[in-house]
């Protein structure tokens, strides 16, 4: 089937039939009303016989209308005749008729719309705007505009419809020329009621119609039926049995059954009265058959039932009640037609071998027979259950037509075809539920539409490349191409593909007009059904047939003994098996349910069971029509079975996946959704332990800040907080973080931990920060990262280097520490001067910064053993009650004021320190420990200095350096 997006990419290609896109579609449609019925008569072949009278009473031809291709003017005499062909073609005509709403329909509006006589719009229902809140804008589909050769709105009555869609196909009927009718929609759209009609007075469908103007038209112009028509175009001598209607059936049980079936209202008296012009120089007899394709295997309808109850070779067990009525028939082959029935064609349609065909007289005979058929479909099972169709059925009207001055010449006679076709309904199988052999049903009518939408494609395509290369007027590479050249880039029409694309493949590849009527109900729940039944209509729009007269007869026919043969001599080859000596006939049974009477017929209603028994076609070669057909190779006949089966087995896998996939599609996105919520909730579950954990940890600051005394009183705190500068603050935040560090250190295992202070007892740090009147958590944090194990490792390992190091590089090392030394104090902007001298009672405790650092390094540089030794002890040892103690000796500390002084006093100190050690102070360990945040932690003992001075201790501290 062909998407709405391939037939846009295919317009796009300059050939010269106009491309019809939707949009031009629409464009065109106005034009339209004018083209459709205007019948056209078809070319007349020259015939040299004299008419009988006067051609008064012949329709005067209308002019043809003009010609949908347009070509360049033919260069040469092979190219002129190709345009003529060209320009006698003429697109399928597409009617659609919209049915009235019954009372059960669910939708309230309509999905499809007329908006001109030619145009319809459709939108989705499912499409509204509360759904188009929920999905993305790129889903929307926008509302379609089809157009058509003429839109016919619900009330439009059966009589109005006949007149201007079929009655030209039956005028075309008369004239000699070939015609297929069929109507295309989904279950329930109406295709029955409009070929059937209704049980109304005045609702005759289209075929009751055409029987009706086909008697009106010929009355007294009857011939005498010495021949009947065999195959698609032969002749043969008429058989007695050709006018001797068949009977309801031989069997009473089946003919009860037939008979309790046949509730149909009598409609003669509604007979439709119209009269068709026709050339009386003729004589015309009218043959009606009736097929149905049902599971992909072509049935007679208007072939006895047999009842093969009591037989005594019964070919098929029978299982349960033994007297439920046995019915059997048997599937019809379909051959091609003999190249010597239409020699002058080149391509020779299909023709169901085998099927019968009646010579009718009257309009109710006809009808009869229709019935009778009908009957049978009911009773075979394929409208057993009353709501739907579930075969494609074909009514086959031939008129035979013979000049009357030479009306016992066979070569005279002209046999023309109207094809009625009520397709069956695409079914639901999704919707449906539908399972075993109801899904089979549908899988084989679903294929045989695909197939014929498929034949309708190529049959485009190939159209096109023709008439391109027949636009082409120039030389060389831009020249006309040769025809077989262009034939040979033909794609093949998969017409083989399906039984009902074969049955009808003469129409689209032969001479004929075809009609395509789409039935639709815009208040059924299907509308993707019959989006689909749209786009393949505007496909059949772009889509040329040629309406030519059908050939007449030229060569005496070689009649046998009673029975036309052809001319073809039945010559058996080596290969010449048959299909049963390759694959065993298979027989296909089921059980029917038949309902009879009912309130609407106002019987009492009824069920009858009868057992159906389907056999698969004979593959013999001879025919009952005389046929002599050229042995076919089984293997190929094989080969072409088994793709056949392959396609079948393909077509439901991919119904299957489809089914498959729209549900995953559904699963996945609900799944989505899902999760999408959930991650929705642990995202917001997540952001409010956050805050609660900043909370937390603002209200924990606020308490420290509480303990240490900085919210004390307004001034206290307002002169603390100006003092503490934006990085302090961070640092504050990075103590609770090192707390939290701290405190976790103490579960693990035994390891070193990050800071000489961390090893310490907590108790007794706070215990010590306290006497110091500060806050334990501002030192803790300014002194943790100041001497961590990496520190210690790399003071190790410099140690260890500086003892190897000469005593030149140690003078010039000494020199880069005094620098280092003035820059890091530089740096500190003269803090130095400001830390904190603890206690006497915290000087265990008191790890001063830079200057516990500075001192470490210097130790391990004393050369002497003892005071190696002491540098070893003290590594193993706590450093801080070491360092305390060196804290405890004089600090040259004043006033902090004492910038300039201050500068020069940790190298004094140093100085002091080395002139006991002995040792110098190792300039890398300087170097190292510069990396350090040492401006953080001084910025702190700021803080913990002006502390001091608000609670007094500053003074103590003072007053003690001053003893000093
Ligand atoms: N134009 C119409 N006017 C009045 N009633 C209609 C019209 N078209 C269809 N109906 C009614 O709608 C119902 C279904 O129609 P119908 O049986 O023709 O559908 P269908 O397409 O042939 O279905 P299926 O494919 O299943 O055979 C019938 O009862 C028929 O009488």
Known sequence: MATRSSSRARTTTPAPPPPVTRATRTRTASRAPSEDPAPVVPARKPSGRKPLEKRENVE????????????????????????????????????????PRAGEEPCSSPYLIPISDTAVRMSDPNDTQNNRAQYRASVAQPPSVYSFSHIFPPNTRQQDFFTKTTLPLVKDLLQGQNGLLFTYGVTNSGKTYTVQGGKEPGTAGILPRTLDVLFNSIDGLQGDGKFRPVRLYGVAPADPTDSRPPQISAEPAVAQVLRSLDDSPDLEFEADPTVVPVDRNYQYTIWLSYVEVYNEKVYDLLASAKDETDMHVDPTPRAGNSKIPLLTRQALNLRPSPVADNPDSEVGGKYISGLRQFRVTSASQAKSLVKLGQLHRRVFGTLANRESSRSHGMVIIKVMRGHRGEKDD??????????????????????????????????????SLMVLGQCMEVLRTNQRKVAMSLAHDGIGALGRMDTRDVKRTLSVVPFRHSKLTEALMDYFIGDGRVVMIVNINPYDTGYDENSHIMKFAALAREVYTTPAAAPVQKLPPNFGPGKLKGNRIKEPGPLTLTGSDIAPKMIYKRKVTISMGGADVGKKPSETIVEVVEEDEDKAYDNEDGDVEEPANPLVDALFEEIERLRVLLYEAEERCAVVEAETRDEVMQEMEERMKSMERMYSRRLMSEIEQNELKTDAKIDMLHQAGLFTSPVKRSATLESLSEEEEEDIEMSLVDDDMVGSDTDGPPSRSASPLARKDKAKTNDAFKSMGTTTPVKKRSLAPMITDEDDEELTELEDDESERSEDSEEADEDEDAEMMETQEDSDDGDYEDQKVPSEDEEEDWVPTSTSKKRTPAKSKATQPAVQGQTASAKKQPRIPKLATELNKPLDRTEPKAAPQAKKKPRSSLDTDSEDDEVPVAPKKKRQLAKKTIMTVESVEQVTWEAEKINGQGMKTIRRLGNY
């Open 410 to 447: 066979p070569t005279s006679l002209q046999i023309s075809r109207l094809t009625l076709v009520d397709l069956a309904g695409s079914e639901r199988t999704k919707h449906t539920h539908t399972t075993g052999d109801r899904l089979k049903e549908a899988g084989n009518i679903n294929k």
């Open 60 to 99: 005067t031809p209308p002019p043809r209308p003009p010609s949908k291709v347009k070509g360049k003017a033919p260069a040469s005499k092979t190219s002129s005749q190709a345009l003529n062909v060209e320009s006698e073609r003429e697109s399928i005509m597409a009617y659609l008729r919209i049915r």
